[in-house]
């Protein structure tokens, strides 16, 4: 296994404008699959996140209800495995791509959806990854209904898992409905913490 963290201060991504959604999965991603090449045709990348890039659809939203040109970029961007298929080219990547929401369990969602894929004889590794952006006024009043909290910045957290490991057990004391300053993705940023240690 290998894991990487990003924020925003990512480096842009040619194609992918005004928000740090894309430029950090791309990067959390791309550290990870340089570190570790494999084969693409036997790669899958699942992603999770709550509330998804809240920033381009909100923009988008702002900019029609403003009567001002729209731009495409904001409407490609906005679905969540844009940055997978950019990601996909660039590594040859042909498996399964998936993007997944869910409210308070993004780590257990993503580790359940490895068991099942590694079902798949023809994956020899999938790439996990979660991502949230800090609030914007919309997703704020959402958070406050779902009685739970982004993170205190914008992050996202790739794990690489291949065949033969062990898919990994969240910490014990994981919250079912986690706070604080990494939000939902608490879980996520421990277990890739303790990756991390053990293959430094």
Do not use: K
Not at 137 to 152: D, I, K, S, V, W
């Amino acid at each position: 296994m290998i894991a990487a963290i990003s924020g925003p201060s990512a480096p842009p991504v040619a194609g992918f404008v005004e928000s740090t959604f894309s430029p950090m999965v791309h990067q959390a991603v791309e550290r990870c699959l340089t570190a570790r090449p494999g084969d693409g045709s036997r790669t899958a990348m699942v992603l999770v996140s709550t509330m998804g890039d809240a920033a381009t659809l909100d923009l988008g939203s702002r900019l029609l209800v403003a009567g001002q040109v729209h731009n495409p970029l904001l409407f490609m961007q906005s679905t969540a495995n844009a940055v997978l298929g950019r990601l996909s080219l660039e590594f040859a990547i042909t498996g399964p791509l998936l993007c997944l929401s869910t409210v308070a369990d993004p780590a257990g969602e993503l580790l359940a959806t490895a068991e099942l894929l590694r079902e798949d004889e023809e994956l020899d590794r999938i790439v996990l990854i979660g991502v949230e952006l800090t609030c914007t006024e919309r997703t704020t009043a959402a958070y406050r209904e779902l009685r739970t909290g982004p993170p205190a910045a914008d992050l996202a957290v790739a794990i690489v898992l291949d065949r033969d490991d062990p898919v990994p057990s969240l910490p014990p004391d994981t919250p079912a409905t986690p706070s604080g300053e990494y939000g939902t993705l608490r879980g996520l940023v421990e277990l890739a913490a303790r990756i991390q240690g053990t293959t430094s």
